[in-house]
């Protein structure tokens, strides 16, 4: 995949984005949450080895989970794999770990530089800390407004890359993003990203689960 600047991390190839892409659709249905290397095959045209490749190293970054069969027939056990997205049943020791070290360097920066802190709290904190490290691990320059809760990627590294594989990759991006906010958890999600008028412009929108419902239930009034 073509783009405007350094790449790594999990988005770093299309061929990537189309296996998470599938592993995070895979946990969204109600049938099945994990799939097969040959079903991954199946749906990408990719050879085996390949996916076994790229599985490996999402692997190893804290982004998939591999899982052995269960089977009650006689055969030889398949490798299942699913998305790390922090939820209860699917979390990642990796990403747990990614998360911690992140809130004790963001704690060591902040104790020598105590104006840095943001004033959302400490576990909002903690996941914005995470957030940061994820981003800036795959090849972005992340901008946080701790006010207005929006992340500026601008310019995006993927941007001159080809506009039909941009949406999946948005939304493959996305859900990472979240995937690392629940891991360090909190009561940030990742909205939305922004709607852009330059193809280099990037805004991810965040959002204070508590606050949403503070204001739903009245407890707050005349909050953005």
Same mark, same amino acid.
């Given at each position: 995949?073509?783009?405007?600047? %350094?790449?790594?991390?999990?988005?770093?190839?299309?061929?990537?984005?189309?296996?998470?892409?599938?592993?995070?659709?895979?946990?969204?249905?109600?049938?099945?949450?994990?799939?097969?290397?040959?079903?991954?095959?199946?749906?990408?045209?990719?050879?085996?080895?390949?996916?076994?490749?790229?599985?490996?190293?999402?692997?190893?970054?804290?982004?998939?989970?591999?899982?052995?069969?269960?089977?009650? @027939?006689? $055969?030889?056990?398949?490798?299942?794999?699913?998305?790390?997205?922090?939820?209860?049943?699917?979390?990642?020791?990796?990403?747990?770990? !990614?998360? !911690?070290?992140?809130?004790?360097? $963001?704690?060591?920066?902040?104790?020598?530089? %105590?104006?840095?802190?943001?004033?959302?709290?400490?576990?909002?904190?903690?996941?914005?800390?995470?957030?940061?490290?994820?981003?800036?691990?795959?090849?972005?320059?992340?901008?946080?407004?701790?006010?207005?809760?929006?992340?500026?990627?601008?310019?995006? %590294?993927?941007?001159?890359?080809?506009?039909?594989?941009? %949406?999946?990759?948005?939304?493959?991006?996305?859900?990472?993003?979240?995937?690392?906010?629940?891991?360090?958890? $909190?009561?940030?999600?990742?909205?939305?990203?922004?709607?852009?008028?330059?193809?280099?412009?990037?805004?991810?929108?965040?959002?204070?689960?508590?606050?949403?419902?503070?204001?739903? @239930?009245?407890?707050?009034?005349?909050?953005?």
């Amino acid at each position: 995949m073509a783009n405007g600047g %350094p790449v790594c991390g999990p988005i770093s190839s299309y061929s990537r984005v189309q296996i998470l892409h599938l592993l995070f659709e895979a946990g969204s249905s109600q049938t099945r949450a994990a799939v097969s290397i040959a079903e991954l095959c199946e749906a990408t045209g990719l050879h085996a080895n390949t996916v076994r490749e790229h599985l490996q190293r999402l692997i190893e970054g804290g982004y998939v989970i591999p899982t052995i069969e269960h089977r009650t @027939t006689r $055969g030889r056990p398949r490798t299942l794999y699913s998305a790390a997205t922090g939820a209860p049943g699917a979390s990642s020791p990796v990403a747990r770990d !990614k998360a !911690k070290a992140a809130a004790r360097r $963001g704690d060591l920066m902040r104790s020598v530089l %105590p104006d840095s802190a943001p004033d959302l709290g400490r576990e909002a904190t903690y996941q914005l800390d995470a957030l940061v490290e994820h981003l800036e691990e795959s090849g972005f320059e992340p901008v946080v407004d701790d006010r207005r809760l929006t992340v500026d990627l601008s310019p995006c %590294p993927h941007a001159a890359g080809r506009s039909e594989d941009r %949406p999946m990759l948005c939304r493959v991006h996305l859900e990472l993003m979240q995937s690392v906010l629940n891991e360090a958890g $909190g009561p940030l999600e990742a909205e939305c990203v922004r709607d852009a008028v330059l193809a280099s412009d990037c805004t991810v929108q965040l959002r204070d689960s508590t606050r949403q419902r503070q204001h739903r @239930t009245g407890v707050v009034h005349g909050m953005a």
